[in-house]
């Protein structure tokens, strides 16, 4: 069996199913989507770790051969609406606190269960930090832009003073929020010393960085030890010079396969092996000067924009890793 963790709609993990079903037909998938599978029961044994959901669906891990942690979370068993039968409002929130320790240390039992199975990518993988990123390629002998995490207005002015262009981006993730009135979306966004007047003395805690002006970007999807990379030469317009995801949907940027050399693959290869990674889109910046700069990877980054452009057909490839696990059972 093919466990696939996901959310519903995701068009990658939709079109690696296909694959599967197309090379294999008699393999059994099974996919949680955490939007619309919660979890309803689960029993725990010496044999068997069983779940259900509210969505009628019952897996055994103990008969999953491949796991792909493709995005989302398992909903957890106790919300703070579950005890509005306790009337003691301090009681009902110790119990609560209580309940989630619980809950916590259960959900771990089950994600540990990835150690002795044949995976791509974990759920542990979405609390690598940037921060934490950044120091181990800087181990490994990978450049990165020069970086600050403050609260304090003084603080980014020194750094502006030092690095003079600077950009500001979120530390983990991009903010999205649409509605019928309006889409509002976070990129990567200079900042320069005549924006600190409009600035409060603190704030909440931001990421700056230096900016690093780009001969072109590179988008590289790292899967089980191999590289698919993609040359992006986003400085072209002035759109996508700071953050390629602001594209205009009317203009065809250039998008290119790309040869990584072999000595930036060899600390990539170190950086995800002491990230514990075996998949993930990583980010490169060549500067003026042909010096690769490491901004970031992101373990479950989207790939189909790689995937199709280049012609990688990257979700066979998926398919075939936990096709292939399978049939190893036999």
């Not at 750094?159 to 262009?165: D, E, N, S, T, V």
Request: glycine share 2%.
């Amino acid at each position: 069996m093919i466990l696939i963790l996901s959310k519903n709609n995701e068009t990658s993990t939709n079109l690696v199913i296909k694959w599967i079903c197309f090379l294999d037909p008699s393999v059994k998938i099974v996919r949680l989507n955490s939007d619309d599978d919660d979890l309803k029961d689960i029993f725990i044994s010496e044999e068997n770790i069983i779940l259900s959901t509210s969505g009628n669906k019952l897996v055994n891990l103990k008969e999953v051969s491949s796991i792909w942690y493709r995005r989302g979370f398992i909903s957890k068993f106790v919300k703070f609406n579950d005890l509005s039968f306790i009337k003691n409002r301090q009681f009902k929130e110790a119990l609560f606190d209580y309940l989630s320790i619980e809950n916590n240390y259960l959900f771990k039992t089950i994600y540990n269960f990835y150690k002795r199975k044949t995976h791509i990518n974990k759920i542990s993988d979405s609390y690598i930090s940037k921060v934490e990123m950044l120091k181990i390629a800087k181990e490994v002998g990978l450049k990165i832009p020069s970086y600050i995490i403050t609260t304090r207005k003084s603080d980014l002015h020194n750094f502006i003073m030092i690095h003079k262009h600077v950009i500001t981006k979120p530390i983990k993730t991009v903010f999205r929020s649409f509605s019928s009135m309006y889409s509002l979306r976070l990129f990567t966004t200079k900042i320069d010393i005549n924006q600190l007047a409009n600035l409060p003395n603190t704030f909440f805690p931001s990421f700056f960085q230096k900016l690093i002006k780009k001969k072109y970007e590179i988008r590289i999807v790292f899967l089980h030890k191999q590289f698919f990379s993609m040359a992006l030469f986003s400085q072209l317009d002035e759109q996508t010079a700071l953050d390629f995801r602001n594209y205009d949907i009317h203009k065809n940027g250039r998008w290119v396969p790309y040869k990584l050399d072999e000595s930036i693959k060899i600390k990539l290869r170190k950086l995800m092996e002491l990230l514990d990674l075996n998949s993930g889109s990583i980010d490169i910046i060549v500067d003026k000067n042909d010096d690769f700069y490491f901004l970031e990877v992101n373990p479950v980054g989207q790939f189909g924009m790689v995937s199709i452009t280049c012609n990688y057909f990257l979700e066979k490839k998926i398919a075939k890793i936990l096709i292939n696990n399978e049939r190893a059972k036999y």
